[in-house]
């Protein structure tokens, strides 16, 4: 039998396709029914006879002629191993035409036809492959070509092929000029994106893509590419170029250039319409979208007239969380297109208005509403005053007058401040709810507090105050005072104040304690850890005891009631240089960690953060070797039962660290 490769079964009727003898794809078709092979696949049709005569047995699809049928005949066409015959044809464009190479060899006959004339001839039974070469020319455009191919007998084989030659000496014939060329501006990219069909000549290498400015007839190379698409970035935005593609082969045959294209490149303007609010939430800005643009960066302009980085946004907005209240800030924000160019600034002023004050508590004395609450004026902003709202009913009403009532301020030992604010305009056994609100010197309240409710009382007053708080102890330790006393056991009992201050002698030469009120602690509480730094400074403290009416022992405190403590002196024996860019801060995290964060610095590769380490005396890094890259920080490994000092620097570009920003915490023991 003579080797062959093997087609699917199919009836002798059938329709299949193959790929260099095998099949690309097969089906029950009968014989006689149109057959279509995409170009530039064959068309394969198979006869029992070699004059190609009467209806093909088989006709299939095939990617090239090249088989080898051995002694037998083609796999499941239906055709004797002797006398049959096989024609291929195909139809393609190509293009531009150019000079070729057919190339033919077989066993048997083969015959070769461009456009119906002959231009290979091998028609003859031999016992041996014969093969022939011959050099011509395609015209441009789309032509036929037909490979009729007979085995009389014995041993049959067939191979044919149709190349471009493509030395220059002898390719002359330059490509198509391109056509179906169109262009457009990706905003994403700020690039003209420039397309173009496909050229069908068999001998191309590729594309050349030049641009030129409107008003110019220079022409400037931009890129080759292989495919049929080229992206580039126009010199100038804001200005229109004009694009053509070239294709060239692989002799070095340019075509024409293609019809010219234009593409309006976009200079990006500052955002329009730009404005702002002053929010609890922080300083929010607002502006139209840009066309051109793909994100926008904001800035603000410091005190000294620098210019200060926030971030970017792809949206028409942003909030500047970080800002601080009562404090006007010029916000400044630029468009930026695909390619990174930066428009001119856009600019705004605004400020953000005081915080809500926190901690709102109320207390009934007799038919009377005794209110406190504090701020923090270092965070909180600048307060010109407060407005108390009051209502028998949920949600309190802030759209009113606000109460009336004196109110007096204390400053606490953290640098807070405590207010408070009696009603006297008030009813007996009566439910008032209560919301506070700052506001500014120009009249700018706050959003509402929390909100405090109490019931008044019947007007009858109690005068006594509770007994003095007795058994008072107070002990340095590494992460603070801790204060340890007895607990009173007056029913009337609400709450214990602790008092934090300075050492005094009176008039009449006793030591007092001349302190501010500090702490209020549930009337369960009999201990309190007052977090002093532990830098060998004194402090003296007292607690007294406050019952439901506000009658308390705090005019008459003695010098026994006061408890003078020198705290421990764990300062660091290594000082922290001034002039840090960086601001530092420390606080207890979850379990046994400290977290640690810091502001930005403009134009640092990355921080370092160090611990002090008291028995090596110096502080040591915990970040490791490789600028740490963000702006926090964890300690997992700080020990309980002390008080722990940092330092961060940041790393600059050069390698150098800026001096370090610092902070401190205590941290109690875990358990006891």
């Known amino acids: 039998m003579r080797p062959h490769n093997p087609l699917s079964a199919v009836s002798a009727a059938g329709v299949v396709c193959v790929v260099a003898g095998t099949l690309l794809s097969a089906s029950a078709t009968p014989a006689g029914a149109a057959v279509t092979c995409a170009s530039p696949v064959w068309k394969a049709q198979f006869y029992a006879n070699t004059t ?75 016992s041996s492959t014969q093969s022939k070469n011959v050099d011509l020319t395609v015209p441009a455009g789309t032509h036929t070509l037909r490979v009729d191919f007979v085995a009389w007998t014995g041993a049959a084989n067939v191979k044919f092929s149709y190349t471009p030659r493509v030395t220059a000496t002898v390719d002359k014939v330059r490509p198509l000029t391109p056509t179906s060329v169109t262009a457009r501006l990706d905003n994403a990219t700020a690039k003209a994106v420039v397309s173009w069909a496909r050229n069908k000549e068999m001998d191309l290498a590729g594309y050349r ?69 002053g929010l609890d939430t922080g300083n929010k800005l607002t502006w139209k979208a840009v066309p051109g643009a793909v994100k926008y960066s904001v800035e603000w302009r410091a005190n000294d007239g620098s210019i200060r980085f926030l971030g970017t946004t792809t949206t ?5 969380t970080a800002a601080p209240r009562s404090e006007k800030r010029t916000y400044l924000v630029r468009s930026i297109d695909g390619a990174g160019r930066y428009s001119g600034y856009a600019g705004v002023e605004v400020s953000r208005p005081v915080a809500a004050p926190h901690e709102v508590t109320a207390r009934a004395d007799a038919d009377r509403a005794v209110l406190t609450w504090k701020v923090n004026p270092a965070k909180d902003g600048s307060y010109y005053d407060f407005h108390v709202y009051r ?109 934090v201050g300075e050492v005094l002698r009176d008039d009449d030469g006793e030591t007092v304690c001349s302190g501010a009120e500090y702490a209020y602690l549930n009337k369960s509480t009999t201990r309190y850890l007052y977090s002093a730094k532990p830098d060998g400074g004194e402090h003296c403290f007292w607690i007294d005891a406050v019952d439901t009416s506000g009658n308390s022992n705090y005019r008459w405190t003695k010098a026994a009631d006061v408890r003078i403590v020198t705290a421990l002196d764990l300062t660091p024996t290594v000082p922290t240089p001034p002039g840090s860019p960086l601001y530092l801060n420390a606080q207890t995290g979850t379990g046994s960690a400290v977290d640690l964060s810091w502001n930005a610095v403009e134009g640092a590769t990355g921080y370092r953060v160090y611990r002090w380490d008291r028995a090596a005396d110096r502080y040591e890094p915990l970040t490791g070797a490789d600028p740490h890259a963000f702006t926090w920080y964890t300690d997992t490994t700080a ?9 961060v620097t940041a790393v600059l570009a050069d390698g150098t660290e800026t001096a370090p920003g610092s902070d401190w915490v205590p941290m109690p023991p875990t358990t006891g």
Request: glycine share 10%; with cysteine; hydrophobic share 35%.
């Open 316 to 320: 028409t907005g942003y909030t500047d």
């Open 52 to 126: 190609f005569s009467g209806t093909p047995k088989l006709t299939a699809c095939d990617s090239a002629v090249n088989e080898n049928y051995g002694t037998g005949a083609p796999a499941g066409a239906g055709l004797p191993r002797d006398n049959f015959g096989v024609r291929w044809s195909v139809t393609r464009d190509f293009g531009s035409g150019g000079p070729f190479t057919f190339s033919a060899a077989s066993q048997d006959g083969i015959r070769v036809y461009l456009d119906g004339v002959r231009k290979i001839d091998l028609w003859r039974n031999v």
């Open 209 to 277: 893509l030049y641009r030129r400015e409107s008003g110019s007839t220079t022409w400037s190379y931009v890129g080759v590419t292989t495919g049929t698409s080229l992206s580039d970035l126009p010199t100038v935005a804001g200005r229109t170029y004009y694009y053509e593609v070239r294709a060239y082969d692989k002799a070095g045959n340019v075509s024409t250039g293609s019809a010219d294209v234009p593409v309006a490149s976009i200079a990006v303007a500052p955002p329009a319409a730009l404005a702002a609010q």
């Open 639 to 647: 020990a309980s039962g002390t008080t722990h000092y940092y330092w």
């Open 391 to 499: 209502s028998t009913s949920l949600p309190v009403d802030t759209t009113g007058k606000p109460v009336r009532c004196d109110v007096r301020s204390t400053t606490l030992a953290d640098g807070r401040r405590q207010y408070t604010c009696t009603d006297t305009a008030t009813a007996a056994e009566t439910t008032y709810h209560y919301v506070v609100k700052g506001y500014d010197n120009g009249s700018r309240e706050s959003v509402a507090s929390n909100t405090a409710s109490v019931t008044t009382l019947v007007p009858v007053r109690d005068l006594t105050p509770p007994a003095a708080v007795s058994g008072v102890t107070a002990e340095a330790t590494e992460y603070g005072i801790a204060l340890n006393w007895k607990a009173n056991t007056e029913p009337d009992l609400a709450r214990y104040v602790v008092y």
